[in-house]
């Protein structure tokens, strides 16, 4: 990154991406829609989860929006360039995006920095002076600064996801698509990534999070929307979905098995999930201060205690339906 | 942020317009720092090293067997480099051009690059355009690494000295290099439809060797049309038709109507193959 990112040309809220009936159908008589009518919003400054089953529309969706393949039908907007303009829009808007789709690629006799520097080339915005600067700055951000003039083709597996991150943060964005960012990486890496997308988010990027893991999502997000089949189940802020389940209360205790009783005789539906660990939905007329009295007074011994929505992963299996079957 | 709306664009996009080869630079180095790239130019180079070994050690043989020229070399190393360009005009150039144009679009589409080169973005037109320059560099160092591979062959192993054209005539050996070069150009020139053809195929594909093979078909199958008489009515029309015909420039005073033909004849080919490959990627959606 050269500096922070340049004022956008772009009132702040106008959303990063909005797409209206956004449809893509694929065979002869385009008889399956991977994509189906999609209307998606995206604030400014937001982290936005897009969240669904393999197959359910998501990379189709992020190829559409950066122009990678052509809507059958439908509209999008992106940092508030009408793509319907074609080649000359995604010029305009491209060198704005930084963007991981599918995977990080390389040209594997090239050097790391080799091949950032070719795809900075391709950017007719960008400028060479700084090339080099920028290509080293965007390897450090990602922990390869050491392995800059390694060939690519020898990097590790998680090593690719950190160039191809690398690759994205050349130059100042306004928006982030990143597509499954966490895949191949360890937990170290994991943890680095999240931290990572805090610190861009925390600078005012927009980042657009494509995941089917939950956990990922839930732990950075700001906003979510859930693909099924190509269309969306849901959208909105993060709390928001998670409100609408009933709100539980989680307690961590070393006598489970009492506590266990405690809740029940409450009338709390409870179920152990894990040795000390209890889940239990509460009701109205139970808050969550008289369960903790009541715990208490049993002489539970309570190490942790938290209220939530119903969990997110509940709620992601009742949008999306049980597992996580490939949609035909 | 409102207040921003109307600022200029930021300097970088100015100073771009004034750098439009910036990237060709990057794919020259691409492609010349590639492993496989610098293998084909080596084995081109080593054509007319290998004439020339061969003919050392066994002799000239008789006059009118063998490659054209073959028969010379023995008076003037010169003509090793005119052997090697005739023997490599058929075969080994046409597939190492092959190689290069087919992998252009199917080889960064096969490693995934190419949806990151787009969304740089690098743009589909400029991308076809910078590949195809590259591809016409690259045949330039082809003929080129034959060029300096017969002339230090020739040099090293036999008589340099004046040369007898076809026509008969005798001239010195600065000229006789001027006529080289010219020869050099005319199969480079050659080899341009092939290039544009080998764009094209290389866009309808993301497997680069899927792309190669039928463009070395695609030489293959215009050169045995060539040949059938049968095929009379397309000849003058097959991108191959003109690949042996610069006899003209070995002659005095030197003709240039092949040269023009063929030059002709290539343009078009670009033209046509390069609006085909335009056509085809400006469309097309990028799943790879």
């Given at each position: 990154m050269s500096g922070p990112p340049a004022a956008s040309p772009v009132a702040?809220?106008?959303?990063?991406?909005?797409?209206?009936?956004?449809?893509?159908?694929?065979?002869?008589?385009?008889?399956?829609?991977?994509?189906?009518?999609?209307?998606?919003?995206?604030?400014?400054?937001?982290?936005?989860g897009f969240l669904g089953p393999n197959g359910s529309g998501k990379t189709t969706t992020i190829r559409m929006l950066l122009g990678l393949a052509a809507p059958t039908a439908g509209d999008m907007r992106v940092l508030g360039v009408d793509l319907?303009?074609?080649?000359?829009?995604?010029?305009?808007?491209?060198?704005?995006?930084g963007a991981l789709v599918e995977g990080p690629a390389f040209a594997p006799f090239l050097s790391g920095a080799a091949n950032l520097a070719r795809f900075d080339a391709a950017d007719p915005t960008s400028t060479r002076a700084t090339r080099r600067d920028r290509v080293h700055t965007a390897l450090d951000r990602v922990g390869l600064g050491a392995a800059a003039g390694k060939r690519a083709g020898a990097y590790s597996l998680g090593m690719k996801q950190r160039l191809g991150l690398a690759a994205a943060l050349l130059g100042p964005r306004e928006l982030l698509v990143l597509d499954e960012p966490t895949n191949g990486l360890d937990p170290q890496g994991t943890r680095e990534v999240?931290?990572?997308?805090?610190?861009?988010?925390?600078?005012?990027?927009?980042?657009?999070?494509?995941?089917?893991?939950?956990?990922?999502?839930?732990?950075?997000?700001?906003?979510?929307?859930?693909?099924?089949?190509?269309?969306?189940?849901?959208?909105?802020?993060?709390?928001?979905?998670?409100a609408e389940g009933a709100p539980r209360v989680r307690v961590r205790t070393p006598d489970a098995?009492?506590?266990?009783?405690?809740?029940?005789?409450l009338g709390l539906e409870t179920e152990r999930t894990s040795a000390d660990e209890l889940d239990a939905v509460l009701r109205p007329g139970t808050p969550v201060e008289a369960v903790t009295a009541a715990l208490v007074s049993d002489g539970v011994r309570v190490r942790g205690i938290a209220v939530g929505g119903a969990s997110l992963e509940e709620r992601f299996v009742e949008l999306t339906g049980e597992g996580f079957d490939v949609d035909g | 942020m409102s207040t921003a709306d109307t600022s200029p664009p930021p300097p970088a996009a100015t100073a771009s317009h004034r750098r439009p080869f910036a990237l060709l630079g990057s794919e020259l180095a691409t492609m010349f720092r590639r492993g496989r790239t610098i293998v084909m130019l080596v084995a081109l180079l080593l054509v007319p090293v290998l004439i020339a070994v061969a003919v050392r050690l066994t002799g000239a043989g008789s006059r009118g067997r063998g490659p054209?020229?073959?028969?010379?070399?023995?008076?003037?190393?010169?003509?090793?480099?005119f052997t090697a360009l005739t023997v490599s005009i058929p075969l080994f150039l046409p597939l190492t051009v092959a190689v290069v144009s087919?992998?252009?679009?199917?080889?960064?589409?096969?490693?995934?690059?190419?949806?990151?080169?787009?969304?740089?973005?690098?743009?589909?037109?400029?991308?076809?355009?910078?590949?195809?320059?590259?591809?016409?560099?690259?045949?330039?160092?082809?003929?080129?690494?034959?060029?300096?591979?017969?002339?230090?062959?020739?040099?090293?192993?036999?008589?340099?000295?004046?040369?007898?054209?076809?026509?008969?005539?005798?001239?010195?050996?600065?000229?006789?290099?001027?006529?080289?070069?010219?020869?050099?150009g005319y199969a480079a020139v050659s080899l341009l439809g092939l290039c544009a053809i080998g764009l094209f195929i290389s866009t309808l594909?993301?497997?680069?060797?899927?792309?190669?093979?039928?463009?070395?078909?695609?030489?293959?199958?215009?050169?045995?049309?060539?040949?059938?008489?049968?095929?009379?009515?397309?000849?003058?029309?097959l991108p191959t038709h003109l690949w042996l015909g610069f006899a003209d420039l070995l002659r005095s005073p030197i003709?240039?109507?092949?040269?023009?033909?063929?030059?002709?004849?290539?343009?078009?080919?670009?033209?046509?193959?390069g609006g085909f490959a335009i056509g085809r990627f400006t469309t097309k959606d990028i799943l790879s």
């Open positions: 702040a809220d106008t959303p990063a991406i909005v797409t209206n009936g956004l449809t893509k159908r694929f065979g002869r008589s385009g008889a399956r829609a991977a994509v189906d009518g999609l209307d998606l919003v995206v604030p400014r400054g937001s982290v936005f319907r303009r074609g080649a000359r829009a995604l010029q305009e808007v491209l060198p704005r995006v999240r931290s990572l997308i805090r610190s861009l988010a925390a600078d005012g990027t927009t980042v657009f999070l494509s995941s089917h893991l939950l956990s990922e999502i839930e732990q950075v997000c700001t906003h979510v929307a859930v693909m099924r089949s190509g269309r969306l189940v849901t959208s909105g802020p993060l709390d928001r979905l998670r098995e009492r506590a266990i009783s405690t809740l029940r005789r | 054209a020229f073959l028969g010379d070399i023995t008076d003037n190393g010169l003509f090793v480099v087919g992998d252009t679009i199917a080889g960064e589409a096969s490693f995934g690059t190419l949806r990151y080169l787009l969304l740089a973005p690098v743009g589909r037109v400029r991308l076809l355009a910078v590949k195809f320059v590259a591809s016409c560099a690259f045949v330039v160092a082809a003929v080129l690494a034959i060029v300096i591979g017969g002339v230090v062959a020739g040099a090293a192993l036999f008589p340099i000295g004046p040369v007898t054209l076809l026509s008969g005539d005798t001239i010195g050996v600065g000229e006789a290099s001027v006529r080289v070069l010219l020869l050099a594909t993301s497997m680069p060797v899927g792309a190669m093979a039928a463009t070395v078909v695609i030489a293959g199958v215009s050169q045995v049309l060539d040949q059938l008489p049968q095929f009379d009515a397309i000849h003058p029309y003709l240039f109507d092949s040269y023009g033909q063929n030059l002709l004849l290539q343009l078009a080919y670009v033209v046509v193959f």
